[in-house]
T-cell receptor
Framework: GENVEQHPSTLSVQEGDSAVIKCTYSDSASNYFPWYKQELGKRPQLIID?????GEKKDQRIAVTLNKTAKHFSLHITETQPEDSAVYFC?????????????FGKGTLLTVNP | DVKVTQSSRYLVKRTGEKVFLECVQD?????MFWYRQDPGLGLRLIYFSYDVKMKEKGDIPEGYSVSREKKERFSLILESASTNQTSMYLC????????????FGPGTRLTVT
């Protein structure tokens, strides 16, 4: 089955700096890669996603890049703010068969220091 | 706005008890999922269902079972709770034609003593 590795497990940045979280996946058939943000005590929520036919996607201060050849994708947050502090999860979905489920990485705790 | 609700936010049970966790979604989603979340281990899939009365094992199904008698409701059952099942349990749902986006419930913090 699919395996998703996520790094780093913790990341601390100063307000205004950029943050990058990286994930690798094992199944070359994976075709959908969402990122979820979970604030303390809250439920995970989708913040951005990318499909395998796209190399990069941006939404204001966040962007995701995908390298299908290397089987890795990354989340980039620019001009970080204290409210960006949360746990971020990457995930991958494989097409075909049980194509409804996602495999999640173990998460990255991002702390943005004022 | 998608709404996924779970029957309890906090639950305390004794070892050996049978435990029911319920999840309800109001968006007519075909797919529903149960995860457990533990520090440092991320979100691990226990079971999922892609239709009424259909279910598939996830990555850690041992000690759990599920029931989906109605499209909007997905129940997780711990037949005989054990202390190593103390965890945060999250339910999620997604629409089949939307692919992967999953909407999560608020979670149930289960403590087994």
């Amino acid at each position: 089955g699919e395996n998703v590795e996520q790094h780093p497990s913790t990341l601390s940045v100063q307000e205004g700096d950029s943050a990058v979280i990286k994930c690798t996946y094992s199944d070359s058939a994976s075709n959908y890669f969402p990122w979820y943000k979970q604030e303390l005590g809250k439920r995970p929520q989708l913040i951005i996603d990318i499909r395998s036919n796209v190399g990069e996607k941006k939404d204001q201060r966040i962007a995701v890049t995908l390298n299908k050849t290397a089987k890795h994708f990354s989340l980039h947050i620019t001009e970080t703010q204290p409210e960006d502090s949360a746990v971020y999860f990457c995930a991958a979905r494989t097409s075909g068969g049980s194509n409804y489920k996602l495999t999640f990485g173990k998460g990255t705790l991002l702390t943005v220091n004022p | 706005d998608v709404k996924v609700t779970q029957s309890s936010r906090y639950l305390v049970k004794r070892t050996g008890e049978k435990v029911f966790l319920e999840c309800v979604q109001d968006m007519d989603h075909e797919n529903m999922f149960w995860y457990r979340q533990d520090p440092g281990l991320g979100l691990r899939l226990i079971y999922f269902s892609y239709d009424v009365k259909m279910k598939e094992k996830g990555d850690i199904p041992e000690g759990y079972s599920v029931s989906r008698e109605k499209k909007e409701r997905f129940s997780l059952i711990l037949e005989s709770a054990s202390t190593n099942q103390t965890s945060m349990y999250l339910c999620a749902s997604s629409a089949r034609d939307r692919g992967g986006e999953q909407y999560f419930g608020p979670g149930t913090r289960l403590t087994v003593t």
